[in-house]
């Protein structure tokens, strides 16, 4: 056994890399105790192991190099305790943040498989759907540059993470009236779906009620390429004795977050019905 090693002997003792003790040689964080006066070699001393691995666990738990300096300036067990009680908290933030994307990126999951087994497409369905509440900014959309700066605001005001990815909660708001009157190409108003748990200022607010619903899928942009869908579904009311009872929904189902290619572009028309 002895006392003085070289940085490889250190490294290898620790787990850590020779360019990790050379950095953190470098920024004063550890440095080795002893300098040969004659060859200038630097040695570490077995008796700095703890300090080496007291900071490779603060690494562990998330500490930058400035905090962990912070840690060994002038340590004391108040002083010690204090900053892994903050480090703590932080870690539980992160845990929680941690725990709510795995939460929306396995209900993306589940929900581009379940497109992946739809087999209805350009069909009418008719659906019973529970009540939504819809998070809109009320602004009306006329391009596909409004469109995108509107979805920029409508993300920014959202809480949670990862909204928008890979989800059918996105889409616009098409005015009964301009369903009833074949008026298929004016502006309408974009909105995201909002979860349960989202809290939405009333200004911003809009409930869509529980009900039956006529439903049909295509593929093309936003805003182009529904008057021939929309135009199905009012002739398909209209033979069937149906009725509109409110503003419909465009839903996004799988949009350029996911895909590349414009073939793969879905989206689904809802339209809120009931027997005339």
């Given at each position: 056994m002895k006392e003085r090693l070289t940085i490889s002997e250190m490294a290898k003792l620790r787990g850590v890399t020779t360019e990790t003790l050379r950095h953190y040689d470098r920024i004063d964080l550890f440095k080795p105790k002893y300098v040969d006066s004659q060859t200038g070699y630097r040695y570490y001393s077995i008796f700095q192991y703890e300090i080496l691995g007291t900071i490779k666990e603060l690494r562990q738990i998330g500490m930058s190099t400035e905090e962990i300096k912070q840690y060994f300036n002038q340590r004391n067990f108040k002083k010690s305790r204090d900053i892994l009680k903050a480090k703590h908290v932080e870690l539980v933030s992160k845990l929680k943040e941690l725990s709510e994307l795995e939460e929306n990126i396995q209900e993306k999951i589940a929900y581009l498989d379940s497109v992946l087994s739809e087999e209805?497409?350009?069909?009418?369905?008719?659906?019973?759907?529970?009540?939504?509440?819809l998070f809109t900014l009320n602004e009306q959309i006329n391009t596909n540059l409004e469109l995108c700066y509107s979805i920029i605001r409508l993300e920014t005001l959202l809480t949670e993470k990862a909204p928008i990815l890979a989800s059918n909660r996105l889409g616009i708001i098409i005015k009964e009236a301009d369903i009833n009157?074949?008026?298929?190409?004016?502006?309408?108003?974009?909105?995201?779906?909002?979860?349960?748990?989202?809290?939405i200022p009333e200004k911003y607010l809009k409930i869509i009620p529980e009900g039956l619903f006529a439903c049909i899928r295509y593929n093309g942009e936003l805003l182009r390429n529904r008057s021939k869908s929309l135009n199905k579904i009012c002739t398909y009311l209209d033979e069937k004795g149906y009725r509109i009872t409110g503003d419909a929904l465009q839903i996004m189902l799988v949009d350029i977050t996911v895909t590349d290619n414009p073939n793969e572009v879905m989206f689904e028309i809802q339209v809120p019905i009931q027997k005339a």
């Open positions: 209805s497409f350009q069909e009418i369905t008719l659906r019973e759907i529970k009540s939504r509440k009157d074949r008026r298929f190409k004016d502006p309408s108003v974009i909105f995201v779906v909002a979860k349960n748990n989202e809290q």
